[in-house]
């Protein structure tokens, strides 16, 4: 039986000011993580899109992404629990240096979503393991070396977003 392979397509804001990183505190599977505003993309809309949202819904704060850092795969084994299987994901992530706006009043952070906190490159490193995912420090690293590419290296079709009639 073949099965098609699915990739889960996630976007991630890599935010930086005064030599600080902005990232999220989050509950996950595996306890509370750091990890860049990020998430999964929505029926319906493109990356740039994506990150935007996931970004005021994470920190609640409006962005405005200017760059690409670059996109990145990366495979994820979670033990099965309770007598489920393992799980083995694949992650695409697109991920967008920026600028971060005004916190947007009336809104409130994500659910899982602890807190935000700005964190140095060096704190960042000191806390690998805390890390959500290695494409956090690999983003970031890649934001510091300066990688960054047009917007329009990432195209959605107006076919992923139709018009409502």
């Known amino acids: 039986m073949n099965t098609r392979w699915k990739p889960s397509v996630t976007v991630a804001a890599v935010i930086e000011r005064d030599g600080r990183f902005l990232l999220v505190e989050e509950h996950t599977a595996d306890g ?5 505003p990020a998430g999964h993309l929505d ?3 493109g990356p740039l899109e994506g990150v935007v949202r996931e970004t005021l819904e994470e920190t609640t704060h409006a962005f405005t992404p200017t760059a690409l850092v670059g996109v990145y795969l990366s495979r994820f084994q979670r033990p099965g629990r309770a007598g ?3 799980e083995d994901i694949t992650y695409l992530r697109f991920a967008y240096s920026g600028e971060l706006g005004e916190v947007l009043p009336g809104r409130a952070l994500d659910a899982g979503i602890v807190r935000t906190l700005w964190m140095t490159p060096q704190e960042i490193r000191a806390n690998a393991a805390r890390l959500r995912s290695p494409l956090v420090l690999r983003c970031m690293e890649d934001h510091l070396s300066g990688q960054r590419y047009p917007l329009s290296l990432v195209f959605t079709d ?3 977003a139709p018009s409502v009639r």
């Open 32 to 36: 509370l993580r750091l990890n860049n």
């Open 84 to 86: 489920q299987p393992d």
């Open 158 to 160: 107006p076919s992923v």
């Open 43 to 45: 029926p319906g809309e």
